[in-house]
Structures are given as C-alpha cells and as structure tokens.
DNA sequence: ACATGACCCTGTGAGC
DNA sequence: TGCTCACAGGGTCATG
C-alpha cells in the first residue's frame, strides 16, 4: 500500500492526536505480522506516553516515553495493505463505551488518552500481513535492525543533492526503475511513484542508470522531490484500501498520468497518434510508461 | 553485483 | 451464481 506520500500522510494524522497522549491499553490479536512482535511490547506501551511521531523511509516511528528509565520507540511498517486508523469512542447514558467501526484484520490495538478525550483507539489493520511492529530504544538508531542498508531521504535536500544521486547512478548498470525502487539508494519510492517520476522525467524505465545524462540527472533530482511533495499535498494515492488514519481516502490518484492507465491515451503526447501508456514488467512489478514521451536511447 | 522468481498473505475484479 | 486466474502501494531470500 503506502510509499513515502502515504506514511508521511498517516504520520502527520496521527501526529496531531496522539503526540503528548497516555497509552492505556494494548491488544494484541496475534504474535506476528512478518516478524514476531516483541515480546515486550504490551508491556512496555502501558501507561506509557507519546512524544513524538516520526517518519524514515516507509517506516512510521512513534518515539514513548516509558514508565521504565528508558524510552522506547515503536516501528510499523504497512507492508502493502497495512492501516493505521484512529476512533473515538461512542458513549452511552450509563458512560459505557463502544466504537462505531469494527475491523477484520485487526491485528494491534492500542488506545489512549488526550487531554480532551479518553479512550481513543489506534488500530493496525492489515490483510495480507505483509506489514512490521518492532520495538526499539529510541537512543540509538544505529541499532535500528530495520534501517541497516537504507538509504537517504529524498525529500531531505541536504541528503538528495546532484552529486549523491549522480554518483551513485554512475556505479550501477541496473534499469532506473530498478534504481529508484531499490531502498538502498533512496528510501521511500515505491511502484506507483517512480513510474510517475520516470514519466514526468521523459526517462524509459529499462534504462541503464549509469546512462543517465546530465540532464536528465537533473530533470530526475527536480521530479522526485517534486512529486512526492505534490503527493502528500494531495494525501497520497488512494487504489484500494489505503485511507488515512481519519478513515479519508488519498487524492493523488486522480493526477496519475500512467500508473494503472494501461491501454489509455498518453495525456503528453498531443496527436493521439502513440500507441498509448504500456505496460511491462521489472524486478517482478508493473512498470507503466509511454514509449513516445519516454524513448529508449542510450548515451 | 545484479536480475529473477518464489514467498509471505488476503482480497478483488475480470472472464468464462 | 460461481469458479479460476491475474494482480495488488513491499521486502526478503535463494538461485543463476
């Protein structure tokens, strides 16, 4: 589901309500997802307080301050169906409580307390499991096991320069696409993304990285940013079941130029006259593209 | 070093 | 109305 656009989305979301909260309680419905839940992590989140979210990557970090001398960070990753949804409790005459949704795939829960209100509820809904809870102490993210080998924020202006992204493309044959997707190089940039930045950047996905003019190198340094912005602007991109944590769908969808338009006109290529947006398949995913606007050319 | 495919899962929509 | 198949915002691992 989420790429960079999405978790960032659902971060700030959540950032809003939760930050300064008191953690209450916590189920777990399961003892995994693709990893184990820590086997601490009812018990550290308890009466525990939020400080802080943050976001790295495709990772949503959540920084507690625990009742334990040390605190603790929370890590989920959304793998591809993975949510994270608020809501507020319902009460009755007798001050019971009950909540208006009821989630399948309801694998973690965890309600809090703000200042206006008790007895909110977070929840980690994910069908296909494909998603992470993992636990760390917020000191060292060096020892975060899931950050080993990922590389830089693209969004972060110091870390996404000319000189990082040209280097590194020169050092590797591999097709663009295969560059932009791979986390070690940039974090962050997913399927639907880089099919869009290649797009706007007029770059045929199966070329080589090490290829890449100057030109394009800075046509793909202005997109990247740019996009993934415009994205988060727009709450991220809605296909199925992405939502944000307040239950609204994304609208990026709507200013996708290609990805899932397979068959469709190209909206660059005036004249109609192209055979329209293709789809083809690398690294074991659907690249789209229109071969008119971004034509295959070595140099 | 790097491309590929299998795998982890459930859900959905198309085609018959 | 069912069934089968392809495919889905990700990441990891084995294999060639």
Same mark, same amino acid.
């Given at each position: 589901?989420?790429?960079?656009?999405?978790?960032?989305?659902?971060?700030?979301?959540?950032?809003?309500?939760?930050?300064?909260?008191?953690?209450?309680?916590?189920?777990?419905?399961?003892?995994?997802?693709?990893? /184990?839940?820590?086997?601490? %992590?009812?018990?550290? %989140?308890?009466?525990?307080?939020?400080?802080?979210?943050?976001?790295?990557?495709?990772?949503?970090?959540?920084?507690?301050?625990?009742?334990?001398?040390?605190?603790?960070?929370?890590?989920?990753?959304?793998?591809?169906?993975?949510?994270?949804?608020? /809501?507020?409790?319902?009460?009755?005459?007798?001050?019971?409580?009950?909540?208006?949704?009821?989630?399948?795939?309801?694998?973690?829960?965890?309600?809090? /307390?703000? !200042?206006?209100?008790?007895?909110?509820?977070?929840?980690?809904?994910?069908?296909?499991?494909? =998603?992470?809870?993992? %636990?760390? #102490? &917020?000191?060292?993210?060096?020892?975060?096991?899931?950050?080993?080998?990922?590389?830089?924020?693209?969004?972060?202006? !110091?870390?996404?320069?000319?000189?990082?992204?040209?280097?590194?493309?020169?050092?590797?044959?591999?097709?663009?696409?295969?560059?932009?997707?791979? !986390?070690?190089?940039?974090?962050?940039?997913?399927?639907?993304?880089?099919?869009?930045?290649?797009?706007?950047?007029?770059?045929?996905? *199966?070329?080589?990285?090490?290829?890449?003019?100057? +030109?394009? #190198?800075?046509?793909?340094?202005?997109?990247?940013? /740019?996009?993934? +912005? *415009?994205?988060?602007?727009?709450?991220?991109? &809605?296909?199925?079941?992405?939502?944000?944590?307040? =239950?609204?769908?994304?609208?990026?969808?709507?200013?996708? *130029?290609?990805?899932?338009?397979?068959?469709?006109?190209?909206?660059?290529?005036?004249?109609?006259?192209?055979?329209?947006?293709?789809?083809?398949?690398?690294?074991?995913?659907?690249?789209?593209?229109?071969?008119?606007? !971004?034509?295959?050319?070595?140099?």
């Amino acid at each position: 589901m989420p790429e960079l656009p999405e978790v960032e989305t659902i971060m700030r979301g959540l950032a809003s309500i939760m930050v300064k909260s008191h953690i209450s309680t916590v189920i777990l419905n399961r003892a995994n997802l693709r990893k /184990d839940f820590p086997k601490n %992590l009812k018990e550290i %989140l308890e009466n525990s307080q939020i400080q802080r979210l943050r976001r790295r990557a495709k990772y949503l970090l959540c920084d507690i301050k625990s009742k334990y001398s040390e605190n603790w960070t929370i890590l989920f990753h959304l793998g591809m169906s993975g949510r994270l949804l608020i /809501d507020y409790p319902i009460y009755r005459e007798d001050s019971s409580f009950h909540y208006q949704n009821n989630y399948k795939h309801n694998h973690f829960v965890l309600f809090f /307390d703000t !200042q206006e209100q008790k007895n909110i509820r977070l929840s980690y809904v994910d069908p296909r499991r494909f =998603g992470v809870i993992d %636990l760390y #102490k &917020t000191e060292n993210e060096a020892l975060y096991s899931s950050f080993k080998n990922i590389g830089i924020e693209p969004l972060n202006k !110091q870390e996404l320069t000319y000189d990082y992204l040209s280097k590194k493309l020169s050092q590797t044959k591999s097709p663009i696409k295969n560059f932009l997707l791979n !986390q070690k190089y940039i974090v962050g940039l997913g399927n639907i993304y880089v099919c869009e930045i290649l797009f706007r950047a007029k770059i045929h996905p *199966q070329r080589a990285s090490s290829s890449l003019t100057i +030109n394009e #190198k800075k046509t793909l340094l202005k997109f990247i940013p /740019d996009i993934l +912005n *415009q994205a988060i602007g727009a709450g991220g991109s &809605t296909l199925r079941d992405y939502v944000q944590s307040d =239950g609204e769908k994304g609208g990026f969808q709507e200013l996708h *130029q290609v990805y899932g338009r397979e068959g469709e006109a190209c909206p660059a290529c005036k004249t109609g006259k192209c055979q329209g947006i293709t789809r083809i398949i690398q690294a074991g995913r659907s690249t789209f593209f229109c071969p008119s606007q !971004q034509k295959y050319k070595e140099n």
